[in-house]
């Protein structure tokens, strides 16, 4: 199946710092998440994005599907992006499964 | 606009006791549904998922089951639980097809399950 990896797997930031997460895949796919799962466990979508860029806010997202990655952008860091960071896809042929990464945790000291 | 609903939220159970976790999803028809489990707070390991009312594809062996009795209703179970059923269970949702927009996964809050 569909390798997806993560890195780095921790990152510990000051507020106020920029940083990149990067999310690597190993075969074609149509289909690539970014979540965010807070401290009391909820996993929120950020972004749908199988190519090219979106922002949101301080968060922003590019995929760029022909090389298998994706980045994700956050800058300005607030102690409220704490959390562990996912990013998921999937095959073509895997309807509907996601297969995720081991995410990255990113701790944000005030 | 669509919800999703999963209960309870912790749980603690003995070893060999039955287990039934349910996942209810408002807003939407014919939704894709999901069961993952979370492990020591790292990756999420897709248990079950479901296309239609019946229709229960398993990923991996194991001690539990699923069921899908209604089209926005799907059920984790087991009849005897063990030690390493414990963890993050996690109920989610989807729809695809260009018509409907959007393919993202949508995820309930969770249940924490300890098996003592």
């Known amino acids: 199946g569909i390798q997806v990896e993560q890195s780095p797997p921790d990152l510990i930031l000051q507020e106020g710092a920029n940083s990149t997460l990067r999310c690597n895949f190993s075969d074609s796919v149509n289909n690539l998440q970014w979540f965010h799962q807070n401290p009391w466990g909820q996993l929120i979508n950020l972004f749908y994005i199988p190519s090219g860029t979106k922002q949101n806010g301080r968060l922003s997202a590019t995929t760029v599907a022909t090389e298998r990655y994706s980045l994700l952008y956050i800058s300005s860091s607030q102690t409220t992006d704490s959390g562990v960071y996912f990013c998921a896809t999937r095959v073509r042929t895997s309807y509907g499964k996601l297969t995720f990464g081991q995410g990255t945790i990113l701790t944000v000291h005030p | 606009s669509q919800t999703i609903h999963q209960w309870p939220a912790t749980l603690v159970q003995p070893v060999g006791s039955p287990l039934s976790l349910e996942c209810t999803v408002e807003g939407t028809s014919n939704p894709n549904l999901y069961w993952y489990r979370q492990a020591a707070g790292r990756g999420l390991q897709l248990l079950f998922y479901?296309?239609?009312?019946?229709?229960i594809s398993s990923e991996v062996p194991q001690n539990l089951s699923a069921s899908r009795p209604q089209d926005r209703q799907f059920i984790l179970s087991s009849k005897k639980l063990l030690l390493s059923d414990s963890g993050f269970y996690l109920c989610?949702?989807?729809?695809?097809?260009?018509?409907?927009?959007?393919?993202?996964?949508?995820f309930g809050s969770g249940t924490r399950l300890t098996v003592v």
């Open positions: 989610a949702w989807s729809v695809d097809g260009v018509s409907r927009g959007n393919y993202g996964y949508t």
């Open positions: 479901s296309v239609g009312i019946g229709q």
